[in-house]
């Protein structure tokens, strides 16, 4: 197997040996085929392997839906599961397209690492969790304590941030990954589990005895989570940003997974016919089909579908819409107009 | 005139037996738990340990644990032990990794091969062995058409691979090519050509001297900047062709140890026999050096195999990943003992296996040199 596979890249590297520099992204996934999509490597809720092995989740499922729309199939998606640390790098070395890893867009990764934020699919905050015994209040009582902490995330920073200014003072935990921190904080090696409060809630859901553990009511934190893609492929960039704003687009106009086929072959609403495919030719511009949202909404639905089906209330996880709300139901969720 | 003297191992002689305490179990307690003051203490330490673990352990692994149930919440009301359901419901991709469902008996068909392969290798009193043999090296060829498919089969591609079967195949091919090419850098190193001899140097200093996770970090994500555009190199491959690398220049410094311990006269008595340099090493050197060097070559090994876990930092998801990433379903979260559990179940046996074969193959060879 290893020397078949060795003489046939050798080949393949030989025969590709100086073909032309690659074009935009948008072709690049189009002519192989198949998009590869950055997620996490396990976050209740957001992305993880169901018992056939098939990626779930809020971001999993915006891989679909950009798979969707840009080869017209939510099943020609190859996930690539990164950590904090290497999702950056895995992005910008090219191997993977797009960046759906409830990642944070900050000013440094924005303009210093380079990397293009197209939109918000989650505006989280970043919260506390402590147990009852504690006898905490409030997270400014927090003086001393130990912290259970993921590293290569912003709630790293903003914890030290938090603590600096209200001077006191805390001593960290480094953990790799949410379950780490989990096992470590319900083992009693740290006081205090921090991350964000959407994680908070779902890990708290998961604990033997839930109530013995407060949520604290500070939110430290701004923790507007978004696709990203690499910097300066504004086309690439243009498809993510309106296949997220369609499924945003989708829940303002009532346009959900089971009427979709059935509002493709017309309304009198003529933003639905633009964004749908029947009206104007919004998808040639973008270098999609003409159909793009509409295979968008009929894979994955709209919004507010994709967020009920995975961290609803109905869910384990059990979030709010809060800010996630639509802008006409007192959320900031907000689509610009397709037109 | 002949007087017989004979002696009785205590214990034996037909006309006594040894006093109560100097014979059957009280003898083996005394001797072995009871010896001394400091001993007696440690025994009931021990055993007081043992009590409060093992019972513990054992309540939470079979007694409370659970096997049939549909999410963690029905899991923790019908016991408070293990919910060995969850590990029930996720063994298949634990073990097969994204392998499509209906090929894997494909992955089956190649496992029972391997260890068919393995047999005239590992044990030179196999029957038939040279013929055997002839299978064993094409094993490689065989095996790589079952996983990967082509000529009459489905194609998978090395993307869909993951769990065991990742870390399995992984972990068999560094073991594999990193042995010949390992031997073949430390005798470079050895040798008396300039050029050679500070090629395989400087190969072994520099992969030493880099950490692994640092090679298969370069291996996923560097390379693309080095490669012409456009250019697609198989992402497991790239691994492959690093974790071999890395050991390889491991099992160098190993054997070349082995080469050290030989005495110089046994190098001039194969050159006195007019024997060229492959045939000597062949025939008098290395036989002797691997030998000395297996120790440390399984140690390689089995580090090796248990740092096949390290791909998860670059993005494929061996049974380590697939763990952790089954772990975040909202329908089991939280049961990551189950699951660290199982995975170290996995490493157990294979490491374990191969170190009782290497326990073996010394008792076997080590003829005359019992000291």
């Known amino acids: 197997m290893k020397k078949l596979q060795i003489i046939s890249a050798a080949a393949a590297v030989m025969a590709l040996g100086v073909t032309a520099a690659s074009a935009g992204t948008l072709q690049d996934v189009q002519a192989r085929g198949e998009l590869r999509c950055i997620v996490s490597t396990g976050l209740a809720g957001f992305a993880y392997t169901d018992s056939a092995g098939v990626y779930q989740g809020f971001d999993a499922d915006f891989c679909r839906a950009t798979a969707a729309a840009v080869l017209g199939d939510a099943s020609k998606v190859k996930f690539v599961p990164a950590t904090g640390k290497t999702r950056f790098t895995i992005l910008n070395s090219g191997e993977g397209d797009v960046l759906w890893r409830n990642t944070t867009w900050t000013f440094v990764r924005d303009v210093d690492v380079k990397l293009t934020f197209v939109g918000v699919n989650y505006y989280d905050g970043q919260g506390f969790m402590a147990p009852k015994s504690l006898g905490v209040k409030s997270a400014k009582d927090l003086d001393g304590a130990t912290v259970c902490i993921q590293t290569g995330t912003t709630t790293e920073l903003n914890l030290a941030d938090f603590f600096r200014s209200n001077k006191i003072s805390y001593e960290p935990v480094p953990i790799e990954t949410n379950d780490e921190s989990r096992t470590n904080y319900l083992a009693g090696r740290c006081d205090v589990y921090t991350t964000d409060a959407s994680g908070l809630a779902a890990t708290r859901s998961t604990f033997p005895n839930p109530k013995d553990h407060v949520i604290l009511p500070e939110i430290i934190s701004k923790e507007p989570l978004g696709p990203v893609v690499r910097h300066g492929d504004d086309q690439w960039g243009d498809v993510i940003r309106w296949v997220l704003n369609a499924t945003r687009g989708a829940e303002e106009l009532g346009v959900t997974q089971a009427n979709v086929a059935e509002m493709a072959k017309g309304t009198n609403n003529p933003e639905i016919n633009r964004m749908l495919g029947t009206e104007g030719d919004l998808g040639a511009m973008l270098g999609l089909q003409k159909d793009w949202g509409q295979k968008v909404i009929g894979a994955v639905g709209n919004y507010s579908e994709i967020f009920e089906r995975h961290i609803g209330k109905d869910t384990d996880i059990g979030l709010d819409r809060g800010l996630n709300a639509l802008w006409t139901d007192g959320g900031i969720q907000y689509s610009p107009p397709f037109r | ?371």
């Open chain 2, 1 to 371: 005139m002949s007087e017989v003297t004979q002696s009785y191992v205590p214990g034996t002689h037909p006309d006594m037996a040894p006093p109560a305490g100097q014979r059957g179990i009280l003898l083996w307690l005394r001797k072995n738990l009871f010896s001394s003051w400091a001993n007696s203490i440690m025994t009931i330490v021990g055993i007081y340990l043992l009590y409060k673990i093992v019972p513990p352990m054992f309540n939470w692994a079979v007694v409370d644990a659970v096997m049939y149930a549909g999410n963690r919440e029905e899991c923790q009301a019908l016991g408070s032990g293990a919910c060995w359901a969850f590990i029930k419901d996720r063994y298949r991709i634990l073990i097969y990794g994204f392998y499509p469902e209906e090929l894997r008996w494909r992955v089956d068909v190649s496992f029972l091969l391997l260890c068919a392969a393995l047999v005239p290798i590992l044990f030179d009193n196999a029957p038939m062995r040279k013929p055997w043999m002839l299978f064993s090296v094409s094993y490689p060829f065989i095996a790589g058409w079952l996983l990967l498919g082509g000529a009459g089969l489905t194609p998978v591609g090395t993307d869909e691979f993951g769990g065991m079967m990742l870390n399995t195949v992984v972990g068999v091919t560094g073991i594999a090519f990193s042995l010949p090419l390992g031997i073949l850098l430390a005798l470079g190193r050895q040798s008396h050509l300039p050029i050679v001899k500070s090629v395989s140097m400087c190969f072994i200093e520099f992969i030493r001297g880099v950490p692994l996770i640092t090679l298969l970090f370069v291996a996923s994500t560097m390379l693309n900047y080095f490669l012409p555009p456009g250019t697609t190199f198989d992402l497991l491959l790239r691994v492959l062709i690093m974790v071999t690398l890395f050991s390889a220049a491991y099992i160098a410094e190993v054997v070349r140890g082995g080469l050290q311990a030989i005495p110089n006269g046994q190098y001039e008595a194969a050159n006195s026999m007019g024997l060229k340099y492959w045939q000597s090493m062949r025939l008098i050197v290395l036989p002797q050096a691997l030998k000395i060097s297996i120790p440390g070559i399984v140690n390689t090994f089995i580090g090796l195999f248990k740092d096949t876990t390290l791909v998860l930092i670059i993005g494929l998801l061996d049974i380590l990943g697939i763990g952790r990433s089954s772990m975040a379903d909202a329908k089991w979260n939280g049961l990551s003992n189950e699951v660290y559990i199982s995975i170290a179940i996995f490493f157990f046996i294979a490491c374990f296996g191969m170190s009782r074969y290497s326990i073996y193959l010394e008792g076997k060879l080590d003829k005359g040199y019992k000291r």
